[in-house]
């Protein structure tokens, strides 16, 4: 009965994606609930098969350890050099915002989304824990979703995003 119990408070992994383009150059993920904790593993980047051959740049924005805003470049990609990209789990948590810097995309960006629901102030005092608590597979490294992470830049890279019919 304790291990349903301990399953609770477990992680949740979602899948993230989003697509910079000419009329939506930026993508925000917020922060929308105080009592859940968050973390973005970017996976792969790849631009759609409609890029022009130019270099495409992305920028991240996100805070620092003192909680600064500060802006880094994630990838610069172009269809005749560098169509895709992998990230191998970069790791950032919300809020962040993804900008497409230049070039006109379509930039696909894939990952996973963990969500994990915070201890209550007295459940923290007792387990005298960090508040941050990170997925175990994020942790160890292990590579537990390498099958869809794998499908869905294998479907960048072959299909430059068109559906197969």
Known sequence: MED????????????FGCTLKSDKREFRV???DDDTEQQLSLKAVCLGA??????????VEGLTYDG?????PLVAL????????TLGGFEITPPVTFRLQSGSGPVHISGQ??????????????NNSSPVKRPASLMSGEEASFGSYLSVFTYCFNTQGKLPL
Do not use: W
Request: glycine share 0%.
């Open 78 to 85: 172009k269809p005749s050099v560098m169509p895709s990209m």
């Open 50 to 59: 409609e890029a022009e051959d130019k270099f495409h740049m992305v920028e």
């Open 30 to 32: 917020d922060v929308d």
């Open 113 to 126: 989304h963990f969500v994990s629901v915070k201890d209550s102030d007295d459940e923290e005092e007792e």
């Open 4 to 15: 349903d119990i301990s399953n609770l408070s477990r992680p949740q992994m979602y899948l």
């Open 68 to 72: 600064k805003s500060t802006k880094v």
